[in-house]
């Protein structure tokens, strides 16, 4: 790495640290229904809202009540969605005239973009239309993400409230996380896309007459693309405008935009973790999973960064110097192409800038496990944290019993239903990967859409399978997904992915805000210190190991070794 | 007092072991290994290699005979051992219960017509009693069931039950009237009402709890059960996954052979957590039984864990934070008189006392004065403590030496012209505020000085409080002195805090409060006023010589009636959690060695490249695997002595204790499968 590349990481470092601290009080004053700046521009919309929907501000939930609401909203929008996939051919805005989407295709699109998988079994440029992009996926990725930071949300009051059922509105919650906080950071980020060179327009695709005489003319797609770009990082949605997502020049231009890009996928993961510590009265708890989450995300980035500029010996024993810059931009680099891949994966964004089917195996090892892991190394908005506080749980319980007491996180006891609700928050989404992975090297079909056969193949639907149940959404491409097997058993993956999680976690919340509240005492283990935080990695790297482990031995593992091998 | 702790057999008594060999076969038996679920999945397992073990013979499997041989009879091992190490702990309890059983058989009892003495009576069997039945307990007869006396008095011996053979008095009315079924009365009668029915007497339950019979799941022992179980399900389905995704690969680069049945089989046993699943019921009975051996009977697994969590605790202040008695501390004369004169007088009142503070006084003379006692001329006379003129002492010599409160003999002194000296009232009040007892002494019509008597804190209290202090638990001194000569002691015994005047409804309030604040409050009592706030408290401790009430609110039973057992309590209860704590992180740990074992030699004939994980060295992929299950199985029983005594307990701070911990089972717990399974292949290399 050189000056430049050193300058790159840490300046985001830099940058992120100093926005976690302010975005995470505004956004827990905005949670705990406190005045912000905003509000007299916003209260009226907000109250408008209620009125509209006859919601009553002050009815607060019991958990049942807001996994239902939550459900019957994500199934409305869902069934919403495809409904609008299925008759794009009538809707308006459609200039290229694109026919609507088969049945399954938009089945698989739809609860992708409902569940904030965003995975693309499309391309967005030759499938979609300009109505179905920003009425459906751009709203969706408003809803999707607001979905996921209300449930950390209401996990957080389980925390903190005692001896109570209630843990707050569903509406009332979703409402204000698009008003306050999702939409008034993508106005301005989509005005600064916009001003670097990012499109925004509704115009036919462009014919471009050929550079060589005698060529064939170029299409130029054109669209509304910088308003569903902001969203798409900042709500770790990550499903792109284009095909090529964000490694084409219309979304992603220029260094500055891919900084910017990295930068807004991991604000609001990164500063929900102070917002947890407000509300939960003690920030230090907060920091604490934010470093756990840093140093994760920093190790996968020396792995990727170090196996990329390694490269293949194949190729730099032909004296090639350049690293592995297979399916990465020139524009980006190798670092600006890594810490991207890196913060896309480590978060369930999912949007990419270059081909992750051609990285290094060990850099391919290293977003994989990323993923593998939950997706807590910040995560999805909303969903990184409240996985990572069922990991935190499960870390306690264990640490607990080793100082012989029984369990307690930030003074609620961890008892069985706890422990119940956390185990199916962490490892439904590694049992969905190592069963539909399974299932898939069964399937003829499934096995001839790899493009490459082997160890690679195989890492090819271990990484399909992991990022739509861990609903990231980044593929490693190389696997044609658009078979009805993948298109299905996708969808379930990715509905399973994310409710069985959201209603376990929800459960849980139900479940601590009823407790009474244990103050601590030097019997009680600290959790906002640095022991606890390096258990909780250790807890997360194992449960992560120990899970994949052979499958990743057959795999990228495998791939590494005869890679080095000369092979 | 003679105390005869409860005989504890040791782990490996030759009889003992082969008892529970006995067992463990019958707990093979399916239907009921799955209660413990985890190794219910590996006895299946076992049953696979088993049937491979079959095809192999016939020649219908992938792997050689003697290979699937060895690994399924590991594999039965690895369930024997576990059945093994829990049959293991039962069985000491048995060996007690079985004694216990026999002071409850073939009892008879003299059931009276009506509550009295000299009613009528007919002989019936014990287990006709019930709840509200009088019987009547003679000299050498055996009170048949639990209950109260409600006429008499009686000494009972109790070691059927205490193993304690000192007997003590059992007589209607006040704090020591509950008797226990089994035990026997050596002197007087009592007529005794039954409050408990056959089968759910205090022996009764005693049994069906060392024995294990009764025993329930604690909440911690089922979250972690959950825990273990889901892991099991993991790795179960990561055993499934290997299979497609080695025949996948298999056929993409056309050479090997898929991972055989017989080697998922033993590594989905290697991974799942085996070690802690064969020794966690071990660990709760092994508890039970270890506060047993201190004469602790807790009535609920519950009520143990409990223990460990508590951090709040109430200890009275006479008999758990001081000695019971006062000892004198200092001698203070008064009126010119030097502190020997008064030694010698104080010497002298005292010599015929035989109350504890007498003697106290006495060896202060010998130990600070160098004074010596001197036998009575026989025309002295001892003057007892009479309770109306509250003084005692000796007419030695024509001359009176008195001693008592400073009331008394003021008045004494008064009654023969005697001056009080001007300082007294003050120095009698300082000792007083100070949360001593003062006590007056004179010669005469002559007021000599003043003996200090104080409260003696037990010694080393201090530091137990302090190691309390340092593991959260906070001590609350209960007494009924007043305000200020219960901060002096409180002081002196370093308690976080007092409860002065303290009357029974205090405690309960004060428990409530506590618990309010979300507090775990344990608290030790004995008399019938003590129920309520015994039942409130979260962890409540009866003395054995307590009333029947207070041992029924009660959840923990104290035999020794020493009420300092909660601190062994409390320590034992860490000792449970802690020691599952630490096994599931070893048995967790554990998995990566095996990992780099399993893997490269199940995959060796796909990607001989994995070899570069083969760090061990292991001689063959064989070799290798049957390394890794023979490790796996043998681990148990090394362990069961350390799930029989517990993990050693340290008092430290939370965080400093799991990283020892840490340091220990979860570091230790990777390392050591890394040396057992590679000493374990070079053995094996020998034989193949």
């Given at each position: 790495m050189n000056a430049y590349d050193w300058q790159q990481m840490l300046l985001l470092f830099a940058a992120l640290l100093l926005l976690v601290k302010p975005l995470g009080a505004y956004m827990a004053k905005v949670y705990q229904g406190e005045t912000t700046f905003a509000a007299p521009l916003l209260r009226p919309c907000e109250n408008l809202l209620y009125m509209l929907g006859r919601i009553n501000k002050a009815d607060d939930m019991d958990w049942k009540q807001y996994a239902g609401a939550l459900l019957l909203f994500n199934l409305v929008c869902c069934a919403a969605l495809m409904a609008m996939l299925l008759t794009q051919h009538l809707l308006p805005l459609n200039p290229q005239q694109l026919p609507a989407f088969p049945w399954q295709l938009a089945l698989n699109t739809a609860v992708s973009f409902v569940t904030n998988t965003n995975w693309q079994n499309y391309g967005g440029e030759s499938t979609a239309s300009y109505f179905t992009q920003t009425a459906g996926m751009t709203v969706h990725n408003f809803v999707s993400a607001a979905t996921g930071m209300t449930v950390a949300i209401a996990l957080i009051r389980g925390f903190v409230r005692r001896k109570t059922a209630l843990l707050g509105n569903f509406w009332v919650d979703l409402v204000r996380t698009v008003l306050y906080i999702l939409l008034p950071i993508s106005c301005v980020a989509a005005l600064f896309l916009a001003s670097q060179g990012v499109i925004q327009n509704f115009a036919a695709y462009k014919t471009a007459a050929p550079l060589q005489a005698g060529g064939l003319a170029m299409q130029i797609p054109m669209g509304p693309v910088a308003s569903q770009e902001a969203i798409k990082e900042l709500g770790t949605n990550g499903g792109g405008f284009f095909n090529a997502n964000s490694a084409h020049p219309f979304e992603n231009p220029t260094p500055l935009t891919n900084?910017?890009?990295i930068f807004l996928i991991l604000l609001i993961p990164a500063s929900l973790t102070y917002t947890f510590g407000v509300m939960a009265g003690n920030t230090r708890q907060g920091w604490g999973l934010f470093i756990a989450m840093l140093l994760l995300l920093t190790a996968a980035f020396a792995v990727l960064q170090w196996a990329e500029s390694s490269g293949n010996p194949a190729i730099s024993g032909l004296g090639v110097q350049s690293g592995n810059m297979e399916g990465k931009e020139v524009r980006f680099g190798l670092v600006g192409s890594n810490l991207f891949a890196v913060v896309t994966t480590a978060t369930s964004c999912g949007a990419v800038n270059a081909m992750h089917d051609s990285l290094t195996p060990l850099g391919g090892l290293a977003t994989l496990s990323l993923i593998l892991t939950g997706e807590v190394v910040f995560g999805g908005v909303g969903s990184g944290l409240y996985t990572m506080l069922a990991f935190a749980v499960i870390a306690v319980f264990v640490s607990g019993l080793m100082i012989g007491r029984t369990p307690e996180y930030l003074g609620k006891k961890i008892e069985v239903r706890e422990i119940w609700m956390s185990i199916l928050t962490v490892l439904t989404a590694g049992v969905v990967v190592l069963v539909f992975s399974g299932a898939a090297l069964l399937v003829p079909s499934a096995v001839t859409s790899m493009s490459n056969p082997g160890a690679h193949g195989l890492s090819e639907v271990l990484y399909a399978f992991a990022s739509m149940a861990n609903n990231n959404g980044s593929a490693f491409a190389g696997l044609n997904g658009n078979i009805p097997f993948y298109n299905l058993l996708g969808a379930a993956a990715m509905l399973i992915g994310r409710y069985v999680p959201v209603v376990a976690v929800l459960a849980m919340a139900g479940s601590l805000a009823e407790?009474?509240?244990i103050p601590p005492s030097l019997g009680t283990l600290p959790t906002d210190r640095a022991p606890f935080v390096l258990w909780l990695i250790l807890v997360i790297v194992v449960v992560g190991a120990l899970t994949f482990f052979p499958a990743l031995a057959m795999g990228p593992i495998a791939e590494h070794l005869l890679m080095t091998g000369g092979k | 007092m003679a105390k005869h702790p409860q005989s504890s057999p040791s782990a490996f008594d030759g009889q003992l072991l082969r008892g529970a060999l006995a067992d463990s076969f019958k707990k093979l038996d399916p239907r009921s290994l799955w209660r413990n679920p985890v190794m219910f999945a590996v006895e299946i397992a076992s049953a696979v290699t088993l049937f491979t073990f079959l095809q192999s013979l016939v020649g219908a499997a992938a792997e050689p005979v003697w290979f699937t041989g060895s690994?399924?009879?590991?594999?039965?091992?690895?369930?024997?051992?576990?059945?093994?190490?829990?049959?293991?702990?039962?069985?000491?309890?048995?060996?007690?219960?079985?004694?216990l059983r026999k002071s409850r058989t073939n009892i008879m009892a003299k059931r009276l017509a009506a509550p009295a003495f000299g009613a009528e009576y007919t002989l019936v069997e014990a287990n006709q009693l019930r709840k509200g039945d009088h019987i009547l307990v003679e000299t050498n007869d055996l009170v048949a069931g639990d209950g109260e006396v409600v006429a008499g008095a009686a000494l009972v011996n109790e070691s059927a039950v205490t193993g304690e053979s000192a007997p003590v008095i059992r007589e209607s009315g006040g704090d020591r009237s509950a008797v226990t079924g089994g035990t026997t009365v050596i002197a007087n009668a009592v007529v005794v009402r039954i409050t408990t029915d056959p089968g759910e007497t205090f022996l009764d339950r005693m049994i069906a709890l060392i024995e294990g019979a009764k025993r329930r799941k604690t909440p911690n022992e089922v979250a972690l059960e959950v825990l273990l179980i889901a892991l099991t399900l993991v790795f179960f389905l990561v055993c499934v996954n290997i299979s497609p995704l080695s025949v996948f690969s298999v056929k993409a680069i056309s050479h090997g052979q898929p991972v055989s049945l017989t080697i998922l089989a033993a590594l989905f046993v290697c991974l799942a957590p085996t070690t802690i699943a064969a020794l966690l019921p071990a660990i709760g009975i092994a508890g039970m039984n270890r506060l047993f051996q201190k004469n602790v009977i807790a009535l609920s697994g519950r009520a143990i864990e409990a223990a460990g969590d508590v951090n709040v605790m109430l200890l009275d202040k006479t008999g758990t934070i001081t000695l019971g008695n006062r000892e004198a501390a200092a001698l203070i004369p008064v009126g010119g008189h030097t502190e020997r004169d008064l030694a010698a007088a104080a010497l002298t009142a005292s010599i015929t006392d035989e109350t504890p503070e007498g003697r106290s006084i006495v060896l202060l003379a010998e130990k600070h004065y160098g004074l010596t006692p001197q036998p009575l001329p026989p025309d002295a006379v001892s003057i007892g403590f009479n309770a109306e003129t509250r003084l005692s002492g000796v007419d030695l010599a024509g001359r009176r030496y008195r001693k008592g409160a400073a009331d008394s003999v003021v008045a004494f002194v008064k009654q023969q012209g005697g001056k009080i000296p001007k300082n007294l009232d003050q120095l009698v009040n300082g000792i007083a505020h100070a949360g001593s007892t003062p006590l007056v002494v004179c010669r005469d019509a002559e007021i000599l000085g003043v003996v200090n008597l104080k409260d003696i804190v037990k010694p080393g209290i201090q530091e137990r409080f302090?190691?309390?202090?340092?593991?959260g638990i906070k001590t609350v001194m209960i007494t009924g002195d007043n305000p200020l000569t219960a901060a002096a002691i409180a002081a002196e015994a370093q308690v976080d805090d007092f409860l002065a005047h303290a009357r029974p409804e205090d405690k309960l309030n004060m428990i409530r409060e506590y618990q309010e604040q979300g507090y775990m409050v344990a608290m030790t009592g004995d008399g019938t006023n003590d129920a309520p706030a015994l039942a409130q408290a979260d962890v409540a401790v009866a003395m054995n010589t307590g009333t029947q009430p207070a041992r029924?609110?009660?959840?923990?039973i104290d035999l020794d009636s020493n009420p300092t057992k909660l601190l062994d309590i409390v320590e034992i209860g860490k000792q449970i959690l802690m020691t599952r704590g630490n096994l599931t992180t070893f048995s967790i740990a554990n998995d990566v060695a095996k990992y780099f074992a399993i893997i490269p030699a199940s995959l060796a004939s796909i990607y001989p490249q994995l070899e570069a994980l083969n760090i061990m060295h292991l001689a063959s992929p064989h070799s290798a695997i049957l390394s890794a299950v023979i490790f796996n199985a043998v681990i148990i029983p090394l362990l069961i002595?350390?799930?029989?005594?517990?993990?050693?307990?340290?008092?430290?701070?939370?965080?400093?204790?799991?990283?020892f911990n840490l340091l220990i089972y979860g570091v230790g717990?990777?390392?050591?499968?890394?040396?057992?399974?590679?000493?374990?292949?070079?053995?094996?290399?020998?034989?193949?």
């Open positions: 900084f910017a890009e407790k009474k509240y | 690994v399924s009879l590991c594999l039965w091992a690895t369930v024997l051992f576990a059945a093994f190490a829990e049959a293991l702990a039962e069985g000491r309890g048995k060996a007690r219960a079985a004694s302090a190691q309390l202090r340092s593991i029924e609110a009660a959840n923990i002595p350390l799930a029989l005594k517990g993990a050693k307990y340290r008092p430290m701070p939370a965080e400093k204790l799991l990283m717990g990777m390392i050591v499968p890394f040396i057992g399974i590679k000493a374990i292949d070079s053995v094996i290399g020998l034989f193949i």
